[in-house]
Antibody, heavy 120, light 107 residues
Framework: EVQLVESGGGLVQPGGSLRLSCAAS????????MSWVRQAPGKGLEWVSVIYSGGSTYYADSVKGRFTISRDNSKNTLYLQMNSLRAEDTAVYYCARDLYSSGYGVFGYWGQGTLVTVSS | AIRMTQSPSSLSASTGDRVTITCRASQGISSYLAWYQQKPGKAPKLLIY???TLQSGVPSRFSGSGSGTDFTLTISCLQSEDFATYYCQQYYSYLLTFGGGTKVEIK
C-alpha cells in the first residue's frame, strides 16, 4: 500500500528556513515522479515543485530560487528545503506521487499534509 | 504558465441534482487534464485524468469531457458525500497548474 507521511512543518519567521520531509512506503521514491503541492489557508491548490525519476527538478515561479526539492534514496524520503520564507508561503504542504511510475503529471497519491506558518 | 479558469467558483445544489463544472485552459492542452475532489481538512483525491478516464474506485456518476481548452466535470446524480471542492489540473506543461476550485454546497 502506498503511504506518504509529511513532517517538518511549523512556525518560522519571515526570512527563515525550514525543511519538509515526506517518508514514503509501499513504493520506491527514486523510481517515481514526486511533487510538493501547497494550499494556503482557505485558498486553492498550488503546485510547488517536482523531481523526476531521472533527477530533473522543476519549480513554480513563486518559489524558484528559494526552494529546493531533493530525495534520499537510502531513506526513501522526499524533501523540500525552503529558504527566504515569506508570509505568502504560509500553507499546508502536501507530498504527492504521480499516478504512474513512468511519470504522467497526475497526482494519484497524496500525504496528509504539514502546515507551515511564516509569521513574526 | 498555463492558466486554468474554473466556473462557477461555487454552486448550491440538492441531492439528486445533475451538476456541471467547467474548466478552461489559457492555451490548448489536448486531453492532459485531471479533476480532483477535496473535502475540508483532507488531501485531494483524484477523480478523473486524461479528461475523461475515471480513476479506479470512483463512482460512475462522475464523468469528464472535453479537449483543447474547454473541459467539464459532471456529477450525474449528486450524493451527500459529493459536497466538496473540485479542482481541475493541467499536465500538458511540465509547469503544472490547477484551477481555482469550485465549491459544491448543499442548497
Amino acid at each position: 500500500e502506498v503511504q506518504l507521511v509529511e513532517s517538518g512543518g511549523g512556525l518560522v519567521q519571515p526570512g527563515g528556513s525550514l525543511r519538509l520531509s515526506c517518508a514514503a512506503s509501499g513504493f520506491t521514491v527514486s523510481s517515481n515522479y514526486m511533487s510538493w503541492v501547497r494550499q494556503a489557508p482557505g485558498k486553492g491548490l498550488e503546485w510547488v515543485s517536482v523531481i523526476y525519476s531521472g533527477g530533473s527538478t522543476y519549480y513554480a515561479d513563486s518559489v524558484k530560487g528559494r526552494f529546493t526539492i531533493s530525495r534520499d534514496n537510502s531513506k526513501n524520503t522526499l524533501y523540500l528545503q525552503m529558504n527566504s520564507l515569506r508570509a505568502e508561503d504560509t500553507a499546508v504542504y502536501y507530498c504527492a506521487r504521480d499516478l504512474y511510475s513512468s511519470g504522467y503529471g497526475v497526482f494519484g497519491y497524496w500525504g496528509q499534509g504539514t502546515l507551515v506558518t511564516v509569521s513574526s | 504558465a498555463i492558466r486554468m479558469t474554473q466556473s462557477p467558483s461555487s454552486l448550491s445544489a440538492s441531492t439528486g441534482d445533475r451538476v456541471t463544472i467547467t474548466c478552461r485552459a489559457s492555451q490548448g492542452i489536448s486531453s492532459y487534464l485531471a479533476w480532483y475532489q477535496q473535502k475540508p481538512g483532507k488531501a485531494p483525491k483524484l477523480l478523473i485524468y486524461a479528461a475523461s478516464t475515471l480513476q479506479s474506485g470512483v463512482p460512475s456518476r462522475f464523468s469528464g469531457s472535453g479537449s483543447g481548452t474547454d473541459f467539464t466535470l459532471t456529477i450525474s446524480c449528486l450524493q451527500s458525500e459529493d459536497f466538496a471542492t473540485y479542482y481541475c489540473q493541467q499536465y500538458y506543461s511540465y509547469l503544472l497548474t490547477f484551477g481555482g476550485g469550485t465549491k459544491v454546497e448543499i442548497k
